[in-house]
């Protein structure tokens, strides 16, 4: 079965940045979506940034311009790199693959990394 594992969470300042990565096991990399959700304290789980297996990419507008995801096919991992973090940004994120084509809806991931958090400081 598919398998995936988030690493790269942490603590960081308001303004500071992070690299988010997400190890694919069990997966040939160009077969699936790959996305990148998160879920604030007390919130939904919500759209970050997902990837298609050619590339193209899809932003949540809370992110966009800050937050560039990519992937490695060659070698199974998926990232999101994060700059100008703020504190809205602080939330379990989680990686997720899809097969095939794309979704901006969670639901339709049917692989789920374990999430890694990440908390921004004012």
């Known amino acids: 079965q598919v398998h995936l594992v988030e690493s790269g969470g942490g603590s960081v300042q308001a303004g500071g940045s992070l690299r988010l990565s997400c190890a694919a096991s069990g997966v040939t990399g160009s077969s699936y979506c790959m996305g990148w959700f998160r879920q604030p304290p007390g919130k939904e789980r919500e759209l970050v940034a997902i990837i298609s297996r050619n590339g193209g990419t899809t932003y949540a507008d809370s992110v966009s311009g800050r937050f560039t995801v990519s992937r490695d096919n060659a070698k199974n991992t998926l990232y999101l790199q994060m700059n100008s973090l703020k504190p809205e940004d602080t939330a379990m994120y989680y990686c997720?693959?899809?097969?095939?084509?794309?979704?901006?809806?969670?639901?339709?991931?049917?692989?789920w990394g374990q999430g890694t958090q990440v908390t921004v400081s004012s």
């Open positions: 997720a693959a899809r097969i095939l084509t794309c979704s901006v809806k969670w639901a339709d991931f049917g692989y």
